[in-house]
């Protein structure tokens, strides 16, 4: 595996060059530029507690008042951000007929507000709740409105801005808050993304597969790769003997399967695409 020095971005450079047809993987990693903290530290470890899982969402009440809480603080943040220079350069590269799939671990919707149009939100997307009896769909934003309607007071809470629409609400009674019902059932809403303990769709997977089929080589842009669900599509482009690059600062749990590894910024490193 070679290794790109932090002031030499050429040897990037040549490898998207002699692969025509990429498979792209993302991670938090691309999004942090954007102003969206990641969960991982540069050894692949947690930064803070890993996120709700389904288990403990479904629970009761007291976890459910606890996500949409803190999310309903930390959305306000998250509904601004903007595409960086690293979104804007992979959709270019979409756009020059140079990526076969960009699959992407996060749910943030960037990629696609930065103009790329092939791509698989793996994990779902945050701008969407999900009723967990029937099933239907509404914005996060209506959802948004529901809540502050609902919670007025909470409104002038301050915290410290969480990956993935989160915010850390420290020493905080979350039994009053008030979580609205599915309009169409009264059900419970979810946002609609895979949470840890929930199964990937099967639709997006068998989607992913076929494309990686038809792709001469794989770009990680962004992943520690620490979550199987991401990180098996690279362990099955090793198996079909892909060259495969990676862009991230820090370990990746496919160190031992690059062919390249540039530790750099995922701005500094695809900025010449934009």
Same mark, same amino acid.
């Given at each position: 595996?070679? *290794?790109?020095?932090?002031?030499?971005?050429? &040897?990037?450079?040549?490898?998207?060059?002699?692969? &025509?047809?990429?498979?792209?993987?993302?991670?938090?990693?691309?999004? *942090?530029?954007?102003?969206?903290?990641?969960?991982?530290?540069?050894?692949?470890?947690? /930064?803070?507690?890993?996120?709700?899982?389904?288990?403990?969402?479904?629970?009761?009440?007291?976890?459910?008042?606890?996500?949409?809480?803190?999310? +309903?603080?930390?959305?306000?943040?998250?509904?601004?951000? %903007?595409?960086?220079?690293?979104?804007?350069?992979?959709?270019?590269?979409?756009?020059?007929?140079?990526?076969?799939?960009?699959?992407? %671990?996060?749910?943030?919707?960037?990629?696609?507000?930065?103009?790329?149009?092939?791509?698989?939100?793996?994990?779902?997307?945050?701008?969407?709740?999900?009723?967990?009896?029937?099933?239907?769909? *509404?914005?996060?934003?209506?959802?948004?409105?529901?809540?502050?309607?609902?919670? &007025?007071?909470? +409104?002038?809470? %301050?915290? *410290?801005?969480?990956? @993935?629409?989160?915010?850390?609400?420290?020493?905080?009674?979350?039994?009053?808050?008030?979580?609205?019902?599915?309009?169409?059932?009264?059900?419970?809403? /979810?946002?609609?993304?895979?949470?840890?303990?929930?199964?990937?769709?099967?639709?997006?997977?068998?989607?992913?597969?076929?494309?990686?089929?038809?792709?001469?080589?794989?770009?990680? $842009?962004?992943?520690?790769?620490?979550?199987?669900?991401?990180?098996?599509?690279?362990?099955?482009?090793?198996?079909?003997?892909?060259?495969?690059?990676?862009?991230?600062?820090?370990?990746?749990?496919? @160190?031992?399967?690059?062919?390249?590894? $540039?530790?750099?910024?995922?701005?500094?490193?695809?900025?010449?695409?934009?």
């Amino acid at each position: 595996m070679n *290794t790109l020095p932090a002031f030499d971005a050429d &040897p990037l450079r040549d490898f998207i060059d002699a692969h &025509p047809r990429l498979f792209v993987v993302t991670g938090a990693g691309i999004s *942090t530029d954007s102003g969206i903290p990641d969960y991982r530290d540069g050894q692949g470890e947690w /930064k803070r507690s890993p996120p709700m899982t389904l288990q403990a969402f479904m629970s009761g009440p007291p976890s459910r008042a606890r996500y949409w809480a803190r999310g +309903m603080i930390g959305w306000r943040h998250f509904a601004s951000v %903007q595409p960086n220079v690293a979104h804007r350069a992979l959709a270019a590269l979409e756009h020059a007929g140079r990526i076969e799939l960009l699959l992407t %671990q996060n749910v943030d919707g960037l990629h696609e507000a930065a103009g790329h149009l092939n791509v698989v939100d793996l994990h779902g997307r945050l701008d969407r709740v999900r009723c967990m009896q029937c099933g239907d769909i *509404t914005s996060r934003n209506a959802m948004q409105r529901r809540l502050e309607n609902a919670n &007025p007071a909470w +409104m002038a809470l %301050q915290a *410290t801005i969480a990956p @993935d629409g989160d915010a850390d609400l420290d020493g905080v009674d979350f039994s009053e808050f008030a979580i609205p019902p599915c309009l169409v059932c009264g059900g419970i809403l /979810k946002p609609d993304v895979v949470f840890f303990g929930e199964n990937v769709p099967r639709a997006r997977v068998e989607t992913a597969w076929a494309h990686l089929g038809r792709a001469d080589a794989m770009l990680v $842009v962004g992943s520690s790769l620490m979550v199987y669900s991401g990180y098996r599509f690279v362990l099955e482009a090793s198996r079909r003997g892909l060259p495969i690059a990676s862009v991230n600062l820090g370990v990746t749990r496919a @160190d031992v399967l690059l062919t390249l590894k $540039v530790e750099r910024s995922c701005a500094l490193a695809l900025a010449p695409y934009a």
